[in-house]
C-alpha cells in the first residue's frame, strides 16, 4: 500500500512539472530521461510513476528510434485533458 502510495505521490510531481513545460511535453514530448534531476526522484521512482501514469493514460512512452540503450520520449495521452480540466478547476478555485 505504501508502495502504490509513494508511486502516486510521485506522479503527481511529475504531473506538476509537466504542466509547467506543458508546451514542450505537448508539442515535441519531453525525454523521459530529463525527468529525475527536474523534480528530484531518483530514476526507479520516476520509471514507477510514470508506469503509473502510463496505466492510466495520462501519458505515453514513444520509443526514439535507433537509440541505444532504448530512449522514450512522454507525450500527452488520452487522459491528459483530464489532467488540464483537474488544473484549470484548481487554479480559478485559488484565485476566487
Given at each position: 500500500m505504501a508502495h502504490n502510495k509513494d508511486a502516486t505521490e510521485s506522479?503527481?510531481?511529475?504531473?506538476?512539472?509537466?504542466?509547467?513545460?506543458?508546451?514542450?511535453?505537448?508539442?515535441?514530448?519531453?525525454?523521459?530521461?530529463?525527468?529525475?534531476?527536474?523534480?528530484?526522484?531518483?530514476e526507479a521512482e520516476v520509471t514507477k510513476a510514470i508506469d503509473h501514469l502510463e496505466t492510466r493514460e495520462d501519458v505515453a512512452r514513444l520509443p526514439e528510434s535507433l537509440s541505444n540503450p532504448p530512449k522514450f520520449l512522454l507525450k500527452p495521452a488520452r487522459g491528459w485533458p483530464e489532467i488540464l480540466n483537474s488544473a484549470s478547476r484548481r487554479n480559478t478555485s485559488a484565485k476566487a
Open positions: 506522479a503527481a510531481r511529475i504531473v506538476e512539472w509537466l504542466l509547467d513545460n506543458r508546451s514542450e511535453f505537448e508539442e515535441s514530448g519531453i525525454e523521459e530521461s530529463k525527468i529525475p534531476a527536474a523534480v528530484g526522484l531518483s
